[in-house]
Nanobody, 123 residues
Framework: VQLQASGGGLVQAGGSLRLSCAAS????????MGWFRQAPGKEREFVAS????????YYADSVKGRFTISREYAKNTMYLQMNSLKPEDTAVYFCAVARRAVAGTGANEYNSWGQGTQVTVSS
């Protein structure tokens, strides 16, 4: 499966962005998906995940209440709606497909990764 992340950009603090992750190739709707991010000089960190059927979602504490993950099966696309953005949200955001139906927080639970999209939040 190939993943294409898009929607990043430069936004002022308090603003919003919506990231998209389009899947192509040997796609499956039986797998969970997730978003991770990596800021310069920092480890890649979990942001949010969604189960195969969309019924279960998980968020990092740092984004809970501000970010919403969703998926549109007809388009094989996953989204991350990001509101009330803060400068500390600045990072490259990566989407990934999980090995199992319910996606966890560990990067090793995912086996397909997109190329990343840059999000920059100015203060």
């Amino acid at each position: 499966v190939q993943l294409q992340a898009s929607g990043g950009g430069l936004v002022q603090a308090g603003g919003s962005l919506r990231l998209s992750c389009a899947a192509s190739g040997r796609t499956s709707t039986n797998n969970g998906m997730g978003w991770f991010r990596q800021a310069p000089g920092k480890e890649r960190e979990f942001v949010a995940s969604i189960s195969w059927n969309g019924h279960y979602t998980y968020y990092a504490d740092s984004v809970k209440g501000r970010f919403t993950i969703s998926r549109e099966y007809a388009k094989n696309t996953m989204y991350l709606q990001m509101n009330s953005l803060k400068p500390e949200d600045t990072a490259v955001y990566f989407c990934a497909v999980a090995r199992r139906a319910v996606a966890g927080t560990g990067a090793n639970e995912y086996n397909s990764w997109g190329q990343g999209t840059q999000v920059t939040v100015s203060s």
